[in-house]
C-alpha cells in the first residue's frame, strides 16, 4: 500500500509560486505539503531540468525547445516573470538543485519524467540513472512517472527497485495490462475520467491511484471516498485543510 500523503503538491504548488520552480517547492513546504510532484525534461546537452513544456514560450517567454537549448542557455532564462512580478529571475532548475532542495525541506517527491517528441528512450535513461545514483539519503524512496511507456520501461531497466506510476490523460480501458507491462505499482490519472466502480476495479487489482489534478475540496472528498489514496494539487493546503 501508498504510503505517500493524501494530499501532493502539483509541480510543487503551482497556483502559488511558478510551476517546476525551487520558488514553487518550496511553497508547497510552507504551505504544509510533505511530498511535490514536479517534471523533468532533458535539455539538449542531456542534463536533467525540472521543465513541462517542449516549448520555451509559455513559463520563459523565450522561442525555442527545451530540447534544443543547451542546460547554461535554460539556466539563463527567467522562468518567473510569466507567473508574476514577485518571481522574476526565479531559474529552471536542474533536478540536483530540486534533489538538494526536497532534502533540506524534508520533502518527498513524484518524479514525472517528461520526454521531449522523440526523446522518450534517453530521457527515460537519463532521469531514473539520476534519481538512483542522488537520490538523497534522508529522502523518502521517491516514485518516478510518466506518460510515456517507453520512459518508464527505462527506469524499469536502470532502477527497478525505485517504484513506478504509469500516467495517463485519457482512456482507462488498458490499464491492467500497461501497469503488469510495466512492472507499475500505481496508477496516475485524470480525475474526470474516472468512477467509482473504475476506482474499485483498480485497487482490487493490488494498484495505489492518485489523480490530478484536483483543486476542489469537495472533489477531493469523493475521491478519497472511493479509494484514491493522493491528490496532486496546485493549491495543497485547500485539500489539506
Ligand atoms: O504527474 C501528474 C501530473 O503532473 C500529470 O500532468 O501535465 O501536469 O505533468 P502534467
Ligand atoms: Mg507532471
Known amino acids: 500500500m501508498s504510503d505517500t500523503p493524501a494530499v501532493i503538491?502539483?509541480?510543487?504548488?503551482?497556483?502559488?509560486?511558478?510551476?517546476?520552480?525551487?520558488?514553487?517547492?518550496a511553497k508547497a513546504a510552507e504551505l504544509g505539503a510533505q511530498w511535490v510532484e514536479f517534471d523533468v525534461m532533458l535539455s539538449r546537452d542531456d542534463k536533467c531540468v525540472l521543465f513541462h513544456d517542449d516549448k520555451l514560450l509559455r513559463t520563459t517567454g523565450q522561442k525555442g525547445l527545451t530540447a534544443e537549448t543547451s542546460l547554461a542557455g535554460l539556466q539563463r532564462m527567467d522562468a518567473g516573470s510569466w507567473f508574476s512580478d514577485d518571481f522574476a529571475g526565479e531559474a529552471i532548475p536542474t533536478l540536483s538543485e530540486a534533489m538538494d532542495l526536497?532534502?533540506?525541506?524534508?520533502?518527498?517527491?513524484?518524479?514525472?519524467?517528461?520526454?521531449?517528441?522523440?526523446?522518450?528512450?534517453?530521457?527515460?535513461?537519463?532521469?531514473?540513472?539520476?534519481?538512483?545514483?542522488?537520490?538523497?539519503?534522508?529522502?523518502p524512496q521517491p516514485i518516478i512517472s510518466s506518460f510515456s511507456e517507453a520512459a518508464l520501461e527505462q527506469a524499469m531497466m536502470e532502477a527497478p527497485h525505485i517504484p513506478r506510476a504509469l500516467n495517463v490523460f485519457n482512456g482507462l480501458s488498458d490499464w491492467k495490462v500497461k501497469l503488469r507491462t510495466l512492472d507499475?505499482?500505481?496508477?496516475?490519472?485524470?480525475?474526470?475520467?474516472?468512477?467509482?466502480?473504475?476506482?474499485?476495479?483498480?485497487?482490487?487489482?493490488?494498484?495505489?491511484?492518485?489523480?490530478?489534478?484536483?483543486?476542489?475540496?469537495?472533489?477531493?472528498?469523493?475521491?478519497?471516498?472511493?479509494?484514491?489514496?493522493?491528490?496532486?494539487?496546485?493549491?495543497?493546503e485547500r485539500i489539506m485543510a
Open 184 to 236: 507499475c505499482v500505481a496508477l496516475h490519472c485524470m480525475h474526470t475520467d474516472l468512477s467509482e466502480k473504475t476506482v474499485g476495479k483498480i485497487i482490487t487489482a493490488g494498484y495505489d491511484l492518485r489523480c490530478f489534478t484536483v483543486n476542489e475540496v469537495a472533489r477531493a472528498n469523493t475521491l478519497f471516498g472511493w479509494g484514491v489514496c493522493s491528490v496532486f494539487s496546485d493549491f495543497p
Open 102 to 139: 526536497l532534502a533540506k525541506l524534508g520533502l518527498g517527491a513524484v518524479v514525472e519524467i517528461k520526454p521531449s517528441e522523440g526523446r522518450d528512450v534517453e530521457t527515460g535513461r537519463i532521469v531514473s540513472g539520476m534519481v538512483r545514483d542522488h537520490w538523497p539519503v534522508s529522502v
Open 9 to 25: 503538491g502539483h509541480r510543487g504548488a503551482c497556483g502559488h509560486a511558478p510551476e517546476n520552480t525551487l520558488a514553487s517547492i
